[in-house]
């Protein structure tokens, strides 16, 4: 059972063209979970990470709805939410969560454009947390947004971002032969070349010049 945990990491652990924290090239988004659960002290740690990441004002618009595999009802209906696809591998996860921003600043009602940039870098640093403590989470676009403020009750002035499943690594065994591969197929990245420009639009920046 280690072996393939052991081997993961080690192909996970992504060659970077510049040295980053170790923290980073081990993080990545794996489907296949362990059964075995996630210890609340940890789940704790995950979100006093977040609670700590930078926003707008210290407006700290995220709010997280979280289950674990024995809070069947909040469980099923936060799995209910994702679209198949993602309910086939994602089920095997002890833990599911939603994120959902306020989309307006509660201290003068006015709509914060960068309720879900903030949401962004508290999920950064929460994931960053999770490799810390050999945990996992598989971020998803691919769920009903609509769904889950009816199964929640979120309020209008909420907006459900993304789903997410956590845990710790499984066997890719278990996955289907399509993810299965994706499982162990290398990280990749744009270069920072591509994306890091100077003057105008497109002109690579010089402060990347060797």
């Not at 209910?80 to 833990?95: G, I, K, S």
């Not at 903030?118 to 929460?126: C, E, H, R, V």
């Not at 947004?145 to 066997?171: C, M, N, Q, T, W």
Request: hydrophobic share 35%; aromatic share 10%.
């Amino acid at each position: 059972m280690l072996n393939f945990m052991e081997d993961l990491a080690l192909q996970k652990q992504t060659d970077t063209e510049y040295k980053v924290h170790p923290l980073i090239e081990q993080r990545w988004s794996p489907r296949a979970f362990s059964g075995r659960p996630v210890e609340s002290y940890k789940i704790k740690q995950l979100f006093e990470a977040a609670r700590w990441a930078p926003s707008c004002y210290n407006e700290q618009p995220w709010q997280f709805i979280v289950a674990s595999r024995d809070q069947h009802n909040a469980y099923d209906n936060i799995l209910d939410c994702l679209v198949e696809f993602n309910q086939d591998w994602a089920q095997t996860a002890p833990v599911l969560m939603i994120t959902i921003v306020r989309n307006s600043f509660s201290q003068n009602g006015k709509t914060n454009d960068y309720a879900c940039y903030d949401l962004g870098q508290a999920m950064a640093n929460l994931s960053l947390q999770a490799t810390k403590l050999d945990l996992h989470l598989h971020q998803m676009a691919g769920f009903d947004k609509e769904k889950a403020r009816e199964h929640f009750d979120i309020p209008d002035g909420h907006e459900a971002v993304s789903a997410v499943a956590l845990g710790y690594l499984g066997d890719p065994e278990k996955l289907n032969e399509t993810l299965a591969a994706k499982e162990s197929a290398p990280r990749s990245r744009k270069s920072i070349h591509d994306f890091v420009f100077t003057d105008r639009w497109g002109e690579e920046s010089n402060l990347l010049d060797s």
